[in-house]
């Protein structure tokens, strides 16, 4: 509020000052004389100008003028800032004569003269009050506008929050019934299994705090977790990298890869009585980073995208990257499954 009130003297101030200039101005380049601009006059009518432009704006306030206003009130609007105009010329013209700061060789009446400046002057009233309801229906959509892209963002928040709170507790059931297999068949491997999931479970909670994170610390969480699934499939499961180094520092959104990762093995492995392979690439490609996750398996059709991940990973990867990224669910080829994400560079 106190900057909104300054704002308006500044602009107050400034504007009638700026008009007494222009017309200092422009009597000089008409060739006239000092004595001929009535100084004395200039000032009394910028005076006058200020005072009822001010009382003018206390009226709009009091009596809600203030924009948005209702098309009926429109006429009322109007017919204030006339009637502003009015009393302005009036008083201006009384007092230049009451004070004789009006002198000319032809005498006029002060009722012509007044005349007079509301023909001159009083559309000063009319561009004064144009400018004032304009700066305010700037604001209005300055401030909408940004209140618009204060909710977006606070929804985009809510739903990276939303999607990541189904992500995690998913990942987390999955590597504890791998826990629990180990438990009674070998408790040395349990136990060293608890120490890969304490690494993962650390990782995923630092995960909740950034919204991207770099690709070399997503694949030491997803070596973890691979090691811990590899000791519940033992031979069934083969898994290899083919990870190009310069892609190590790019930023991808945490868990992603992860998600797919599972769902490779859950959806591929897991259901092939002999296994399977689980391939991890990642390369730059034409100004994209691109990430895949290949897997043995078929893809039968129609499948359910939210068991596969596909509805979290492309509203992430949109709420993100907009329409610049791209997912892509689909057989490369015969028993062979491709989960690939493209994020622009």
């Known amino acids: 509020m106190k900057n909104k009130s300054l704002a308006y003297w500044c602009c107050q101030i400034g504007g009638w000052l700026l008009y007494g200039f222009s017309v200092l101005l422009f009597t000089l380049a008409t060739d006239q004389s000092f004595m001929k601009i009535k100084y004395g006059r200039l000032c009394t009518g910028i005076f006058f100008g200020f ?22 009130r429109w006429w009322s609007l109007l017919g204030v800032v006339l009637v502003t105009a009015v009393l302005y010329s009036i008083t201006n ?14 005498k006029v009446s002060v009722e012509m003269r007044a005349f007079y400046n509301f023909v001159s002057d009083g559309p000063i009233i009319f561009a004064w009050a144009s400018f004032y309801y304009l700066w305010h ?33 998913h990942f987390i059931f999955n590597a504890l019934n791998s826990i629990r ?32 994170a770099p690709l070399s610390k997503e694949l030491s969480i997803i070596k973890d977790y691979l090691a811990l699934e ?30 797919l990762v599972e769902n490779a093995l859950k959806h591929g492995i897991g259901k092939l009585k002999h296994g399977g392979l689980i391939k991890i690439t990642s390369e730059m490609k034409n100004n994209f980073h691109v990430m895949s996750v290949q897997n043995t398996g078929k893809l039968v059709e129609p499948y359910n995208e939210e068991g596969f991940g596909i509805a979290s990973t492309r509203s992430r990867l949109n ?7 791209l997912f892509e669910l689909k057989e490369i080829e015969v028993g062979k499954i491709e989960a690939k994400i493209c994020i622009p560079v």
């Not at 709420?319 to 990224?325: D, E, P, R």
């Open 137 to 169: 229906y700037i604001e209005i959509n300055t401030n909408s506008t940004l209140d618009k892209v204060r909710l977006e963002t606070l929804v985009k928040d809510l739903e990276l929050k939303t999607i990541k709170s189904h992500i995690n507790p």
């Open 319 to 325: 709420l993100l990257y907009g329409n610049a990224a």
């Open 181 to 212: 297999a180990l438990v009674d068949e070998n408790p040395t491997q349990a136990r060293t299994a608890i120490t890969q999931l304490s690494n993962i479970l650390r990782s995923s909670m630092q995960a909740e705090t950034h919204e991207l």
């Open 93 to 106: 013209s009384a007092f230049v004569e009451l004070t004789h700061l009006y002198i000319d060789e032809k």
């Open 230 to 259: 590899k000791v519940r499939f033992e031979e069934r499961l083969n898994i290899e990298y083919a990870i190009d180094a310069e892609t190590l520092n790019q930023p991808v959104p945490p868990m992603m890869l992860q998600t």
């Open 51 to 72: 005072l009822f432009t001010y009382l003018l704006r206390l009226f709009l306030i009091k009596n809600n003028f203030l924009p948005p206003i209702p098309k009926v």
